[in-house]
């Protein structure tokens, strides 16, 4: 089994630019999970899908972060315009959600995001 | 979720058990204790679980106090692969099924 698979794996961008991180989850795993982690920190709930619907995005700076999971596999999670403060880890998880219950919460490596 | 408290880092010599502790004082009755480790440049990594019990798996052992209100995670014999940030989380099974992290224990293994 792949796993959770990110690309890419590290990125440096200048300041204003765009950029999109990739994630695809574990098959079968139905609810799928983006995190930050900024350095020396454990990582952050950006949102949470299950299936393709965003049921939790609260955490989302939604000005200028934007996800999509279409078809309810891949995802990908976008920046525009990226500032020095998004410089951090970007990580993926996904699990099996069923009768309320999670199973198998599992990580991607994260992609290194830095904003020069 | 309840909140939990770890110690920042510390150290382990190769070879010998590595005991982390978890205070988690609010804990409610269906919260689970979890704990995941992060070796560096990696994505967090499931290690054990409980709720009442204590709890053994090829990796490691985890020991719930009677009450509840604290854990320890025990690597019984240490490597220097098991140098990691050991992330100690209380949840509800259901609750959102989100993992909470807060700071975690640098774990150092020393040769």
């Known amino acids: 089994e792949a796993g959770v698979v990110q690309s890419p794996r590290y990125k440096i961008i200048e300041k204003k630019q765009p950029v999109a991180f990739w994630c695809n989850p574990i098959s079968g795993h139905n609810t799928l999970y983006w995190y930050r982690q900024n350095l020396g920190q454990g990582p952050e709930l950006l949102i949470r899908y299950e299936n393709e619907e965003a049921v939790d995005d609260s955490q989302l700076p939604k000005d200028r972060f934007s996800a999509e999971r279409l078809k309810g596999v891949d995802s990908t999670l976008k920046i525009q315009p990226a500032e020095l403060g998004d410089s951090a880890v970007y990580l993926c998880a996904s699990s099996l959600v069923g009768q309320g219950l999670s199973y198998g919460y599992t990580f991607g490596s994260g992609t290194r995001l830095t904003v020069v | 979720d309840a909140k939990t408290t770890q110690p920042t880092s510390m150290d382990c010599a190769e070879g010998r058990a590595a005991n982390l502790p978890c205070n988690h004082s609010?804990?409610?009755?269906?919260?689970?204790v979890y704990w995941y480790r992060q070796i560096h440049s990696q994505g967090p990594q499931y290690i054990i679980h409980?709720?009442?019990n204590n709890e053994t798996n090829e990796m490691a052992s985890l020991i719930i106090t009677e009450d509840r209100k604290s854990s320890t995670l025990i690597l019984p014999h240490a490597t220097l692969r098991d140098t990691a940030v050991y992330y100690c989380i209380v949840r509800e099974a259901n609750a959102g099924n989100m993992l909470t992290f807060g700071g975690g224990t640098r774990l150092m293994v020393k040769p």
């Open positions: 409980g709720l009442k």
């Open positions: 609010t804990i409610s009755g269906n919260e689970y």
